[in-house]
């Protein structure tokens, strides 16, 4: 229980970090689309046209939203395990292609071959959506690697959750991150729940933020459900990668409202403990009031931009639905590439 | 009028129970609302409202069991509907994406349950013609792969080496000997001990657009890290519609060496030959050594790269030409004739070739092919080979349970059966753990007697 205790003061420092008024409606923006998208593909899964596994990212909008908005767009290089379709809308991926890609449609960004869980982009620099839980620890840190090899001053914000942290491939790249200082920033989205297992129940210690403290890496737990708070603390975190001290980890206290994928027993955790996240701590209900009081937003602007959320979320998911399945000669391409 | 339909909770379910209903007729909801809780045998879930309205009605009673998915179970009045405009859905509509359909449906479902198209066939390109009067030169197999890299490192600023004892100690078995004087620590470099973790951070490095030469000090360290080689390389292109590569070589000795006992001596040609997505290569001449290494780090794809510890001290002659590149994916006739095939590859050749040396000498015009390449594998050479001797053998040091013999057996039997005069017989590693007693060592590999002895039972000479 120690670390809600240190959720709590994190959440009640007397410094909070300010957003301005366009910082909070970038991050209302980006968040709402990340809920609305989420919801909507709950629902496609539901009637059937999004099949395997779907992990919905509802409840952790803070944590990418806040990260994206910290880093470089475009430069910086993203990577993460399979609940990824947060960190696809966020750093600028088509909505459209990633509903298609969910749908099994050629129009998906990987053609309808990649699913839910394996999406990527040279162009916005995200590397997956990736399958296996872990592998992706040391695959961002070959990403920063390439960065500290060619000089291009970009950073690589490798994301993975509180059951990865106990994978040991982690532990083998956070000794190489740190013997090459390589510009790195480790994010673990800790959401209290490695599929249905509580930290507690499958972590010896659950600080992570001092999972590298052998190591000689920085670490600092994060609010992760207000947004502020992250894009603080990954503003230095990324500064400090980037300026060549290497690799940082930053836990993010965060929570799932979803089940871990579609199909979950929902008897891990409470109601009453979702319920309390959601009522209490949801990280676009603090920004939707703060923009409120502000007076910066009346209700009626919010639900314009409620509405042009919903426009691209609908579009997304008719483009998905209609669509065609990818042509069957694809079956046999992308496999290798003819020299 | 949005109907709120019931949902499935993975692609396998027909059916469920609603346990019970959170909101009433009449109630204002919002997206994001837990309308009603319905659960299976395996799993609840809450129904969350998409649309924002007021609940119009509730067409399934709380507590009702078997209900169909996609059957309506709610209806809700959005903003600014009237009542009046929404007509009921009298029939679902059909889950047209569910995997789980009778026949009957699947076939009209096309073009998801559309014939399966043929593979498209790779085709090697021929050695390249080497100049008139090409001086030869006699090197190690561990020279040549010295030389390749070396080349490809001065030739490609985005090449570089990484693995255990690569870069100061020069190497376990001085592969890249003199590597890190010329192309010094950023290019050349020593990792931990932590095969799992650099062989995936090389691969993000690919991701990257770098060209990681990967070297394990074997390939048996290497199975630490055969998840990030089959998960993350190989099934990369694939997996992003084409759109992130990963061009790297991943390369080490392979099999057995000598009284190492069972954990250093195993062969993995037959597992990473056996995946897509990835190039297998096992050379067995100090030339094809050269040649293919610098193939493999050219290529855009993931290449596994298999060596023999025995063979970096045997030599043979390499051309001396400016760029001594080789195909990929063309087996090399080592020695042509007409009786008999054997097919062999890396340290299986070194046996192959002794028993054809004395199978001639006792009038057995052998045809010898050395594959070279595991994947993609050059079948019509071998086809093609068994249609002229009618007869074949293969010799691996791997296991003989799916392995590259077994494999070779299965295409000519499907694409050459007509033309057996005897069934194939596979010359293999026996079935056991590679045991440490030098006596039990030898008779666990193959050896030269037992290719002689197969040959003279496929040509019925015994």
Redesign the interface.
Known sequence: MARKAVATQAKTQSNIPQFTKEQDLEAYREMLLIRRFEEKAGQMYGMGLIGGFCHLYIGQEAVVTGITMASEKGKDAQITGYRDHGHMLVMGLDPKGVMAELTGRSGGLSKGKGGSMHMFSNEHRFYGGNGIVGAQVSLGAGLAFAAKYKGDGSVSLAYFGDGAANQGQVYETFNMAKLWNLPVVFVIENNKYAMGTAIERASATTDFSMRGASFNIPGEQVDGMDVRMVHDAAKRAIEHARSGKGPFILEMLTYRYRGHSMSDPAKYRTKEEVTQYRQERDPIEQVKARLLESGFQTEEDLKTIENGIRAIVTEAADFATNDPEPAAAELWTDITISA | MPQI???????T?EEGKLSKWLVKVGDTVS??DVLAEIE?D????E??S?DAGVVKELLVAEGTEGVL??TPIALILAEGETAEAAPVAKTA?E?????VVPAEKAAEAA??Q????A??KFVADSDPDLPEGVEMVEMTVRQALNEAMAEELRRDPDV?VMGEEVAEYQGAYKITQNLLQEFGP?RIID??I?E???????????????KPIVEFMTWNFAMQAI??II??AAKQ?????????APMVFRGPNGAAARVGAQHSQDYSAWYSSV??L?VIAPYSAADAKGLLK?AI????PVVFLENEILYGSTGLVPKVDDFVLP?GKARIARKGKDVTIVSFSMGMRYATQATEKLVAAGVDVELIDLRTLRPLDSDTVIESVKKTGRLVTVEEGWPQNGIGAEISARVMEQAFDYLDAPVIRVTGKDVPMPYAANLEKLALPNVDEVIAAVNAVTYRS
């Open positions: 339909l019931m949902p499935a909770l993975s692609p379910m997206s994001g299976t395996k799993a609840t879930m129904v969350e998409i998915v996609n509509p889950p047209s994406e569910a995997p073009p998801s559309a014939a399966v198209p593979a498209p570089f950023q990792t931990p932590t799992h973790g650099f062989a995936g951070l090389a691969v993000g490095a690919a991701f990257a657009g770098l998840d990030q998960n993350s292109l694939y997996m992003s519609g084409g759109q992130v590569k897509p997505g190039t193939a050219r290529s855009p794809n990929i």
